[in-house]
């Protein structure tokens, strides 16, 4: 199933004894463009509003009709969990902690997206052994960005700045991220929601809030437009994506 990150950021989280909260962020990794945690809104269930997060590990169903994502973990079990400091990075330190926490197998270990596998859930409860923590590679730097801190950053084609981002499309079978949409309203009159791959995408500079892209603004400016409203009718993304 594929998701706009705008629309599941209004959906709430419900775990296996209650709600709590919903959905404040997403936070994505900017080297292989994988969901890794989104982030809960503790406002109304934590003191002091208290951040964690929930790894797509923990996922169990995603209801867009009533929209709301189910865990599998009690309210209790998230209120203890790891918390995080919003206005600092996510550090690898606090990802091993949050990851022994719940027994999760770590994804940074492995060629794959989810460590040795494709899909998030084959982690639940595969825990590594303690002598990997040691491992060169759990200190490798961090890439783990918000949704919500890159949309609005513009978009620089090989020519010019022709956009910006105003959304991203999730494989939620992945937590992929399978495009993003460029908004031109501002830069062309009646502008268009064009879909830009990951693949695309050359630098992204934190500092000046900019996309770099590796293709020229004519091409860029030809991509389909992407409707998100239409993200679950059948074959809709598929086509998209054979056409851009």
Not at 37 to 50: E, G, K
Not at 109 to 117: T, Y
Request: charge should be negative; charged fraction near 25%; glycine fraction near 6%.
């Amino acid at each position: 199933m594929f998701i706009s990150a705008n629309k599941l950021m209004h959906y709430s989280i419900h775990a296996t004894d209650d709600k709590v909260g919903g959905i404040r962020d997403i936070l994505f990794d900017d080297d292989t463009f994988v969901v890794r945690y989104l982030v809960a809104d503790t406002n109304t269930w934590l003191p002091l509003s208290r951040k964690v997060v929930i790894s797509p590990i923990s996922v169990t169903q995603l209801d867009c009709q009533d929209k709301h994502v189910n865990i599998n973990m009690t309210v209790d079990t998230l209120k203890h969990s790891p918390s995080i400091d919003e206005h600092k990075p996510v550090s690898r330190e606090y990802e091993e902690n949050l990851f022994k926490y719940f027994g999760y197998g770590y994804y940074w270990i492995g060629p794959g997206a989810w460590g040795e596998f494709a899909h998030p859930n084959e982690l639940v409860e595969l825990q590594r052994a303690e002598d990997e923590l040691a491992s060169s590679e759990t200190k490798q730097e961090n890439h783990l960005r918000a949704c919500d801190e890159v949309s609005g950053y513009e978009v620089g084609t090989l020519n010019d700045n022709v956009g910006h981002i105003s959304d991203f499309i999730i494989d939620t079978d992945t937590w992929k991220i399978v495009l993003l949409i460029v908004d031109t309203n501002n830069w062309l009159p009646g502008g268009k929601h064009l879909a830009l791959l990951p693949a695309d995408i050359k630098t992204i500079d934190w500092a000046a809030h900019n996309v770099s892209v590796n293709v020229s603004d004519e091409i860029l400016l030809a991509r389909p437009e992407v409707d998100s409203e239409r993200l679950l009718e059948t074959g809709y993304l598929e086509g998209l994506l054979n056409n851009v």
